[in-house]
Nanobody, 115 residues
Framework: QVQVVESGGGLVQTGGSLRLSCAASGSPSRLNVMAWYRQAPGKQRELVAS???????NYAVSVKGRFTIARDNAKNTVYLQMNTLKPEDTAVYFC?????????WGQGTQVTVSS
């Protein structure tokens, strides 16, 4: 069983920055896609950014140019650097990893951006 644990959430003012981390443990096989999703109250979970094992990235339009996703394959870890945060970025951020046995979600970490 693969365990996925996020960290790095918190409260920040508009314009501030946060860095989220997500580590996959439990002897995962090669991790294919690693991604960050978010879910705001009353809204559906949405893809924020994803990165493949070869380093190809994809971003939601709303975060492009402000957020950067990166991964460390040796550590089975994915990061999300979030800059110029806005109140509308407030949500629970979830990490999602895909390996040969399937996809695994983390428990989520709260990000709150105050205006």
């Amino acid at each position: 069983q693969v365990q996925v644990v996020e960290s790095g959430g918190g409260l920040v003012q508009t314009g501030g920055s946060l860095r989220l981390s997500c580590a996959a443990s439990g002897s995962p096989s090669r991790l294919n896609v690693m991604a960050w999703y978010r879910q705001a109250p009353g809204k559906q979970r949405e893809l924020v950014a994803s990165i493949t094992s070869s380093g190809s990235t994809n971003y939601a339009v709303s975060v492009k140019g402000r957020f950067t996703i990166a991964r460390d394959n040796a550590k089975n870890t994915v990061y999300l650097q979030m800059n110029t945060l806005k109140p509308e970025d407030t949500a629970v951020y979830f990490c999602y990893v895909v390996e040969v046995r399937g996809g695994y979600w983390g428990q989520g970490t709260q990000v709150t951006v105050s205006s």
